[in-house]
């Protein structure tokens, strides 16, 4: 499983500081000694590999003028299993060009070598205009950052739907009871059925998650007619008896392909966690949403806390 590598940051900011402070043994110890190290550096022709790499590097980084300024303005790392790899920018200012400064990138990519963190491949780099060398600028991952910056990728979209949530309540019981097979069995037979439950309300399944579901609808009135069709579908089901708990909010979400994302999403979810068992219960926004209407009637209105959210809430069980 890949995960963020405080221990990864913390090597790659010692060798950083070992050109630093010109301390070539440290360099080269932090470097793998194997046949398969790499390093690219910044200047023509600079790809070396092997032992040659690791025991010049020292040489190599001691030609350097010394740093008068150093600023590491972005740094991560990220581990999984016996590799790992990191990344920094920087700002550096020599003592022979003090009014100059460099914007420096480096990449690690580390190997775990007899248990300890090696530099199996460097590679550095100072940015040089696009225009120079193939004559335009180039924005196609420019213009994905700042999509992304906006939390969007190319396949998403902003919309208003109702998210539904529904639970098993006491799953972990009923699968002890039932055997992992047998369970298996009825989840598929019950999420089949929800999800015809859903698409007659013209919704969306959205997707599984362990022993609940997610769904989505373009009208909260639907997601509300869904939500009764599935307790009653439950309740007159010949397979294992067990109880549902649902929740429904209405807002904002980021749509993809395949799923929805936002804080809707979130609130539905909470909602759905805190409903009784064999409850419908309904964010304020969807019961506004709906209106007075004869069909849906409220009651038990209360205000809650839900967690992962500031303050308190209004929530009311659909009848």
Request: one cysteine or more.
């Amino acid at each position: 499983m890949t995960r963020p590598s405080s221990e990864l940051l913390a090597v790659s900011r010692r060798w950083i500081e070992a050109i630093q402070n010109r301390r070539k043994n440290q360099i080269s110890n932090l470097m793998s000694d194997r046949s398969h190290l790499r390093f690219v550096g910044t200047g023509d022709g600079e790809l070396w590999a092997g032992e040659v790499v690791r025991d010049g590097i020292g040489d190599f980084f001691g030609a350097i003028p010394p740093f008068i300024r150093h600023e590491e303005t972005f740094a991560e790392a990220f581990e999984n299993g016996e590799v790992g790899w990191s990344c920094f920018t920087h700002e550096l200012v020599f003592a022979n060009q003090p009014d100059r400064t460099f914007h420096m990138r480096t990449t690690f990519i580390f190997a775990l070598e007899d248990g300890v963190w090696k530099i199996v491949h460097r590679h550095g780099s100072l940015p040089t205009p696009n225009t120079e060398f193939v004559g335009t600028e180039q924005n196609a991952i420019a213009d994905l950052v700042v999509a992304a910056r906006q939390n969007f990728s190319l396949d998403q979209r902003e919309g208003f739907a109702s998210i539904m949530f529904t639970d098993i309540v006491n799953s972990s019981r009923l699968a002890s009871i039932m055997g992992d097979r047998l369970w298996s069995s009825e989840m598929a037979r019950h999420f089949a059925a929800l999800r015809k439950s859903i698409e007659d309300c013209d919704g969306q399944f959205v997707k599984s998650l362990g022993d609940g579901t997610m769904s989505s609808f373009a009208e909260p009135a639907a997601a509300l007619r869904a939500a009764r069709a599935i307790l009653r579908a439950t309740r007159q089901s010949d397979g294992p008896s067990y109880v549902l708990r649902i929740g429904i909010h209405t807002g904002s979400v980021v749509q993809t392909k395949d799923d929805f994302f936002g804080s809707v999403v979130n609130k539905a979810a909470r909602i759905a966690a805190i409903a009784a068992p064999g409850e419908i219960q309904v964010s304020d926004a969807t019961r506004e949403m709906v209106g007075e209407t004869p069909d849906y009637g409220f009651d038990r209105t209360a205000s809650v806390q839900l967690d992962g959210f500031e303050g308190e809430h209004v929530i009311h069980r659909l009848e």
